[in-house]
């Protein structure tokens, strides 16, 4: 069946540094790509999403490429703030989604 | 537009109870999903429903049943409530069936005792 799997967190980040958070998939056919932030007692915001290989996703500055060959979707920001601390889930879409486990995302000042 | 809504936020229920849970989607979405959220499995699909039907359904007993009014809103029944059912219940609304493009609501979060 469909999967993802995403790098364990928590990842703990200095302001301005560079963030990767690594997201593989297996899946039957194409699916949509999403990534997902769930801020502390809040629901899922969709931060970005690609619907077919080579498509990059971005927004608020994150980015995530739809690599088919490598079967991955890696989450990528130049330089966060203490303001994008929060879980993020990769996630598939193919009749309903499926997600990852989250990776928790901590930045200081 | 307004977002996605449910209600109640928090619900405390004990072993044996049933509980109902409401989502309102985003005006003009007609497919609503609902997600259950645990510390150990994560996130897991329950069901979806468009346009008043079933279309899609997770791996949960029967004891976790749906339906969708004709104004799009769902509501979520838990019946015969189990420890194991404590979790954070989040309802996303989308324009089509199948998972495409889905905004999340803020979620009701159960507790059973």
């Known amino acids: 069946g469909n999967s993802v799997t995403q790098m364990e967190g928590p990842v703990t980040l200095s302001e301005e540094a560079f963030l990767t958070i690594n997201c593989t998939y297996t899946?039957?056919?194409?699916?949509?790509l999403f990534w997902y932030v769930q801020y502390p007692g809040e629901g899922l915001q969709l931060l970005l999403k690609?619907?077919?290989?080579?498509d990059k996703g971005s927004n608020k500055g994150f980015e995530a490429t739809y690599r088919k060959e490598t079967t991955s979707f890696h989450l990528e920001k130049g330089s966060v703030q203490v303001s994008d601390s929060a879980v993020y889930f990769c996630?598939?879409?193919?009749?309903?989604?499926?997600f990852g486990k989250g990776t928790l995302l901590t930045v200081n000042p | 537009k307004a977002g996605v809504t449910q209600t109640p936020r928090y619900l405390i229920k004990t072993r044996g109870q049933q509980v109902t849970l409401s989502c309102s989607p985003i005006?003009?979405?007609?497919?609503v999903s609902w997600y259950q959220q645990t510390p150990g499995q994560g996130l897991q699909f329950l069901f979806e429903?468009?346009?008043?039907?079933?279309?899609n359904k997770g791996n949960f007993p029967g004891r976790f049943s749906g339906r969708q009014f004709s104004n799009s809103r769902s509501e979520m029944n838990v019946s015969t409530l189990e420890l194991g059912d404590s979790a954070l219940y989040l309802c996303?609304?989308?324009?089509?069936?199948?998972?495409?493009?889905?905004?999340f609501g803020p979620g009701t979060r159960l507790l059973v005792l």
């Open positions: 899946a039957t056919g194409y699916p949509s």
């Open positions: 005006s003009g979405h007609r497919s």
């Open positions: 429903y468009f346009s008043e039907t079933q279309r």
């Open positions: 996303a609304s989308g324009e089509t069936s199948g998972g495409e493009t889905q905004y």
């Open positions: 690609a619907t077919k290989a080579d």
């Open positions: 996630a598939l879409s193919f009749y309903k989604l499926t």
